[in-house]
């Protein structure tokens, strides 16, 4: 048994070593495009030179800097740092199987942990997750579906129509478009689907949907 472990947390290792240079590859692309676009805009910019011709000021505010790049690179690093985080998480969670295991905490894509309270602190209080538990954290981690109304309500601003949202709404962006989920928008064979997608995403391989992976 214990070889066993030691071949999944190896081959766990392996997987976030080449996503992570995976990304890291991807960002220096990108940077390399950006900085290459930006000295040919510069370069396409620029006059010959013509003696007693006076040559205008350009603006170049819409240019990459080298603040531009520093943020850049410091926001794909941040995200590097956390998909490793959650990769190590998972590997542990998957390795647990006891119910009274303790669960490491899994990030949302903002990088944070859910609050203690909708944690689930075991592998057994896991398993034991009510249909508004299961909604709730799935919602934390943008795992649900859009629900109609809040499909209709984008459409609707898409639109030009804000006839439905407040001030505050309004002065607040996009992301009040959305609609809380509640337990009567869902049947049981959703929420265990629900559960399912939770399960994969920390890491463990308890499920509810009949020949699940």
């Given at each position: 048994?214990?070889?066993?472990?030691?071949?999944?947390?190896?081959?766990?290792?392996?997987?976030?070593?080449?996503?992570?240079e995976?990304?890291?590859?991807?960002g220096?692309?990108?940077?390399?495009?950006?900085?290459?676009?930006?000295?040919?805009?510069?370069?396409?910019?620029?006059?010959?030179?013509?003696?007693?011709?006076?040559?205008?000021?350009?603006?170049?505010?819409?240019?990459?800097?080298?603040?531009?790049?520093?943020?850049?690179?410091?926001?794909?690093?941040?995200?590097?740092?956390?998909?490793?985080t959650?990769?190590?998480?998972?590997?542990?969670?998957?390795?647990?199987?006891?119910?009274?295991?303790?669960?490491?905490?899994?990030?949302?894509?903002?990088?944070?942990?859910?609050?203690?309270?909708?944690?689930?602190?075991?592998?057994?209080?896991?398993k034991?997750?009510?249909?508004?538990?299961?909604?709730?954290?799935?919602?934390?981690?943008?795992?649900?579906?859009?629900?109609?109304?809040?499909?209709?309500?984008?459409?609707?601003?898409?639109?030009?129509?804000?006839?439905?949202?407040?001030?505050?709404?309004?002065?607040?962006?996009?992301?009040?478009?959305?609609?809380?989920?509640?337990?009567?928008?869902?049947?049981?064979?959703?929420?265990?689907?629900?559960?399912?997608?939770?399960?994969?995403?920390?890491?463990?391989?308890?499920?509810?949907?009949?020949?699940?992976?």
């Open positions: 048994m214990s070889e066993d472990l030691a071949t999944k947390v190896a081959f766990l290792e392996s997987l976030v070593k080449r996503q992570s995976l990304l890291s590859q991807t220096q692309q990108v940077l390399a495009l950006t900085v290459k676009q930006t000295k040919g805009q510069i370069e396409d910019l620029q006059p010959p030179a013509i003696p007693g011709v006076v040559v205008p000021n350009i603006d170049t505010s819409d240019f990459v800097v080298n603040d531009d790049i520093v943020q850049l690179v410091s926001e794909l690093q941040g995200q590097l740092d956390n998909l490793e959650r990769s190590i998480r998972r590997g542990v969670n998957i390795l647990k199987s006891d119910d009274d295991a303790v669960l490491a905490p899994m990030l949302n894509n903002d990088g944070v942990e859910p609050p203690k309270e909708l944690w689930p602190a075991t592998l057994g209080v896991f034991t997750f009510d249909k508004n538990h299961i909604l709730e954290l799935s919602a934390f981690y943008d795992l649900l579906p859009p629900l109609k109304a809040e499909q209709d309500r984008m459409q609707a601003f898409m639109e030009g129509d804000l006839s439905g949202l407040s001030e505050q709404e309004l002065a607040n962006g996009l992301e009040n478009l959305n609609v809380e989920p509640s337990a009567e928008d869902y049947n049981e064979e959703e929420v265990d689907t629900f559960f399912d997608d939770l399960a994969r995403y920390i890491g463990v391989t308890a499920r509810r949907t009949p020949a699940a992976w």
